[in-house]
């Protein structure tokens, strides 16, 4: 393991504002491949970063976006004090009995199946870009594959593999009934629902579950439309959850995937009335967590560094010269606010003035992100390397 690797957890688990993990990850970890895992090396490779990017002069895009970078950074350094990291393979053996005593609370009491820390999945799921796929007696019987969660070594990271364990530990609850049907959507949904965030956050600290699920799963660019079932799923899930609480989910787990095929397909078409599931159980921060993913603005409430940044000092009723001042590029922040007013669309402005302001409870709420533009991104590499 390498600072690298502690770096995009770091950023992956922090309260940080970038709308795009691959896009903050692409700009800013390969600077730490040679940096070494413990705290202080990181830590001062961190300040390093802060220290170049600091500004001077009038605000622009360029110039937003390095203020806006140097804050998440300081953000991750708040994380880097509050946990260690371990190896991610030891984390998984640390953390594999601890949730199977969680699971057995919660009415699933099963032999947990071997683990095996890999390079590539056995035929036929070789070209499969996971980090870790369990598989079933169905597998096994199918194609000789061994049973047991495989894990792909190069993918691991620590910290957000233990959620990578949970998630997959719910499949594994979904196969003991039935493993006769390929995983996909609700239960996708429902792993990462219940399991890479509630089963997780019951053994690790709840918000930086909640961050690495919003970094994962609330990305506004996604590069890959196949990882977008997570997304759904999950959404899907936290529905279902608000119905039928989570007596309705472990039931649906325990009648296995047919069952799972079954809902989805109830939900999916106009008939979630006739879903059969008992009701019950509900608990205050899934029910928190539910109404978080379901009105999360995973796209609309994403601009450019500087419209993200400048609006911070947008006032009802100032007009423009006044918040421009002295402290803005005059052209590039009459842009921004263009692109909030119509393209964002927090703001009102008219003749000069600001008639209404939105933006205040969505930057409290961090809803508000900044994209990360590769022109910017190429220009601040350059700077840093």
Known sequence: MTGKEVFKTLAAISKTNFGCLNEFNDLLADLFEKVGPNKKDIANAIEKIINKLKVSGKIGQEEALKILLARDLEEMLKTLKRIDFEDPEKEIKKY???????????????ELPPIYFVDHFPHPYEKFDFTAMPYDEADHNK???????????????????????AHELI????????????????????????GGYYLSSLVLPKDLVANDII???MKYNLRRPKFEVYTEGMRASATLYKNVGTK???EMLKRGRGEIKKVEEQILGFKSNEVDLPKGNWIKDLDNFADFLLSYPRHSLTGSPLARLISEDIEEDAKTGEIIGEKY???EAMAAFEELAME????????????SDETKKFIRTNT??????????????????
Not at 344 to 355: K, N, S, V
Not at 368 to 385: C, D, M, T, V
């Open 96 to 110: 594999y009995p601890i949730f199977k005593k969680e699971l057995k609370k919660l009415g699933f009491d099963f």
């Open 143 to 165: 194609h000789g594959v061994n049973i047991g969660i495989h894990f792909i070594k190069k993918n691991l990271l620590p910290f957000t593999a233990v959620t990578i364990l």
């Open 171 to 194: 499949h594994v609850c979904a196969a003991i009934a039935d493993s006769n049907h390929f995983p996909r959507n609700l239960e996708e949904g429902t792993c990462e629902f219940f």
């Open 215 to 217: 970094k994962k799963r």
């Open 248 to 250: 309705g989910i472990i």
């Open 329 to 331: 590029n005059k052209k």
């Open 344 to 355: 964002i669309g927090p703001i009102l402005l008219t003749d000069g003035f600001f008639f």
């Open 368 to 385: 508000f992100r900044y994209k990360i533009p590769e022109n910017l991104a190429r220009e601040i590499q350059g700077e840093l390397s």
